[in-house]
């Protein structure tokens, strides 16, 4: 309406074309975030089963955040393992990187004025793999770590308010359970940041040696166990 009222200069266009994409971006968002809760909250097994390399995923995902978020270089950091193992889960790549694109999104909305964000790919047992999300932001008072999980919950730190619509992390619980796994919150209270931790089981060394699907690849449908 604003372009349509007045003649406005090439610069002051462009200006107005990117609030346009951001809330274009923003309400997409959100109108995701609410349909995959309510599909979290009905479906009782994953659509799609296929290795997926969680190494791979995972960097895709932080390449993600980065170029969502405007961030400089280095203020999401991946770590791996030295040791060039398979990491690999059997899954629903699209869940998976939902799930961590969410875990990465917070932790980047939470911080404080600089981001400073780890996501680190670990094997803690030969039967697990874990993917961390840590952040040096706002911090969970100890009573609130269960409860951030639930439908709708946010919890507001004083002076500190993020928008959002209160599904990310309950849809990553949902996920976690889909695939048989996990996920948990550690903080020592506001302002000393947070840690999420995604626990999923890792597949054996013999079917993992298969080719794992790649970060973009889409595995074929298989029909849910009933």
Not at 94 to 103: G, I, K, V
Not at 184 to 191: P, R, V, Y
Not at 202 to 223: F, I, K, N, W
């Amino acid at each position: 309406e604003t372009l349509q009222a007045r003649d406005v200069g090439d610069q002051q266009r462009k200006e107005f074309y990117k609030v346009m994409l951001a809330d274009t971006e923003r309400l997409q968002h959100t109108v995701e975030q609410v349909l995959k809760a309510g599909v979290a909250g009905q479906r009782h097994g994953l659509i799609h089963y296929a290795p997926v390399d969680v190494k791979a995923l995972a960097a895709e995902c932080v390449a993600t955040a980065v170029r969502r978020h405007h961030l400089a270089p280095g203020a999401v950091t991946l770590v791996t393992p030295e040791a060039d193992l398979p990491l690999v889960v059997d899954g629903d790549t699209d869940e998976l990187r939902t799930a961590l694109s969410n875990l990465i999104d917070n932790a980047v909305k939470y911080s404080l004025k600089v981001v400073q964000v780890t996501v680190e790919v670990a094997a803690p047992a030969p039967d697990t793999v874990w993917v961390r999300v840590r952040d040096r932001g706002i911090g969970i008072p100890p009573s609130q770590l269960k409860r951030i999980f639930h439908r709708f919950y946010r919890f507001q730190s004083r002076g500190y308010k993020v928008k959002g619509t209160g599904l990310g992390l309950y849809i990553v619980r949902s996920i976690a359970k889909q695939h048989g796994g996990r996920v948990f919150a550690q903080s020592e209270g506001e302002g000393t940041g947070a840690t999420f931790t995604l626990e999923l089981p890792r597949l054996t060394a013999s079917v993992a040696a298969e080719p794992p699907l790649g970060a973009t690849d889409r595995a074929p449908a298989r029909a849910d166990a009933t």
